[in-house]
T-cell receptor
Framework: GESVGLHLPTLSVQEGDNSIINCAYS??????FIWYKQESGKGPQFIID?????DKRQGQRVTVLLNKTVKHLSLQIAATQPGDSAVYFC???????????FGQGTELSVKP | KAGVTQTPRYLIKTRGQQVTLSCSPI?????VSWYQQTPGQGLQFLFE???????NKGNFPGRFSGRQFSNSRSEMNVSTLELGDSALYLC????????????FGQGTRLTVV
C-alpha cells in the first residue's frame, strides 16, 4: 500500500504548551494537504487544509505550514489542551482528486 | 445535520465468508470513499465513488469491491475473507469532487476469525 505502517511516533506535551506535529509527504504533484485528528473509537476528524500554492494557513488555535521544497507539512496547536490528545494524520490529495493518501500518524498526549 | 453513518459498527466473521458494509453519507454529499485502517499499515485507500461511478481504486485485491447507489449511499463487499482483513473500515463523504473536506464515519470494526 501507499501508506507505510510503522510504529506511531508520539509527542507528549504539557497542557498550555504549544505542540508541533510534523509530516513528510511523498508526492510533489499533490494539490491539497489536510490534517485530521482521530480520537480513540472514532473516525478521523477534519482539522484544517492547505492548498499547494500556499505556505501557511491559520485556523482556530491551529496553524498549518507547508514547505514544498522539502515536502514537509507541520501542524501547530497553540495552548494545547487535554482534549487535543489524539492521533494526528496528515493526508495529501493528488490533483486528480478523490483519493486521500495518509501519513503514518502521530500520537499526541497532553499532560494536565 | 446527520453525520456519516456506517453500519454495522462491529462484525465478526469466519475465514472464507463474505461481508457487506454500508455507508450513508451526509445529505447532499456525492463523493464516498472507503479506507482500511490497521495498526500495521495505517489508513489505506480502498476506492472512491462519485455520482455512482468508481473514480479511484487503491491497491487491494479483487476480493474488495464496492458500489454507490443513486441516493449516494455506498456499500463495500469483501469476499473470501482472510484473517488479514481484520481492520477498521472507514467511510468518508464529501460534497465536492476533490474530496478536500471529507467527513468520516465512526467505522465498522471487522474481525475475521
Amino acid at each position: 500500500g501507499e501508506s507505510v505502517g510503522l510504529h506511531l511516533p508520539t509527542l507528549s506535551v504539557q497542557e498550555g504548551d504549544n505542540s508541533i506535529i510534523n509530516c513528510a509527504y511523498s508526492n510533489s504533484a499533490s494539490d491539497y494537504f489536510i490534517w485530521y485528528k482521530q480520537e480513540s473509537g472514532k473516525g478521523p476528524q477534519f482539522i484544517i487544509d492547505i492548498r499547494s500554492n500556499m505556505d501557511k494557513r491559520q485556523g482556530q488555535r491551529v496553524t498549518v505550514l507547508l514547505n514544498k521544497t522539502v515536502k514537509h507539512l507541520s501542524l501547530q496547536i497553540a495552548a494545547t489542551q487535554p482534549g487535543d490528545s489524539a492521533v494526528y494524520f496528515c493526508a495529501e490529495i493528488l490533483n486528480q482528486g478523490g483519493k486521500l493518501i495518509f501519513g503514518q500518524g502521530t500520537e499526541l498526549s497532553v499532560k494536565p | 445535520k446527520a453525520g456519516v453513518t456506517q453500519t454495522p459498527r462491529y462484525l465478526i466473521k469466519t475465514r472464507g465468508q463474505q461481508v457487506t458494509l454500508s455507508c450513508s453519507p451526509i445529505s447532499g454529499h456525492r463523493s464516498v470513499s472507503w479506507y482500511q485502517q490497521t495498526p500495521g499499515q495505517g489508513l489505506q485507500f480502498l476506492f472512491e465513488y462519485f455520482s455512482e461511478t468508481q473514480r479511484n481504486k487503491g491497491n487491494f485485491p479483487g476480493r474488495f469491491s464496492g458500489r454507490q447507489f443513486s441516493n449516494s449511499r455506498s456499500e463495500m463487499n469483501v469476499s473470501t475473507l482472510e484473517l488479514g482483513d481484520s481492520a477498521l473500515y472507514l467511510c468518508a463523504s464529501s460534497f465536492n469532487s476533490m474530496n478536500t473536506e471529507a467527513f468520516f464515519g465512526q467505522g465498522t470494526r471487522l474481525t475475521v476469525v
